[in-house]
């Protein structure tokens, strides 16, 4: 069973920051690849970013260089920091183990002036 607890979101103005952290209560959470994703209204969830086990990440080219994935596995918590942000970032954000389709209840960023 997976329990993922998304949080940290809010509204922000343009080339504002935010850092979502994401507590997964998920067994050997250490050894687990993970990945943020988001939904816009009317859109498709998509994969903003996701991090290795060992560290390793990849971005999505529409966040490449604003946002930054990064993991505490003594927490069990995944991060993403987001910095630049754009009303097009505005999406429901989630986390969750690439080989597990369980979701949380997102948080809400939202970019507007």
């Known amino acids: 069973q997976v329990q993922l607890v998304e949080s940290g979101g809010g509204l922000v103005q343009p080339g504002g920051s935010l850092r979502l952290s994401c507590l997964a209560s998920?067994?050997?959470?250490?050894?687990?690849?993970m990945g943020w994703y988001r939904q816009a209204p009317g859109k498709q969830r998509e994969l903003v970013a996701t991090?290795?086990?060992?560290?390793?990440?990849t971005y999505a080219d529409s966040v490449k260089g604003r946002f930054t994935i990064s993991r505490d596995n003594a927490k069990n918590t995944v991060y993403l920091q987001m910095n630049s942000l754009k009303p097009e970032d505005t999406a429901v954000y989630y986390c969750?183990?690439?080989?597990?389709?369980?979701w949380g209840q997102g948080t809400q960023v939202t970019v507007s002036s």
């Open positions: 969750r183990p690439l080989a597990i389709r369980s």
């Open positions: 998920v067994s050997a959470f250490s050894v687990r690849d």
């Open positions: 991090i290795t086990s060992g560290g390793r990440t």
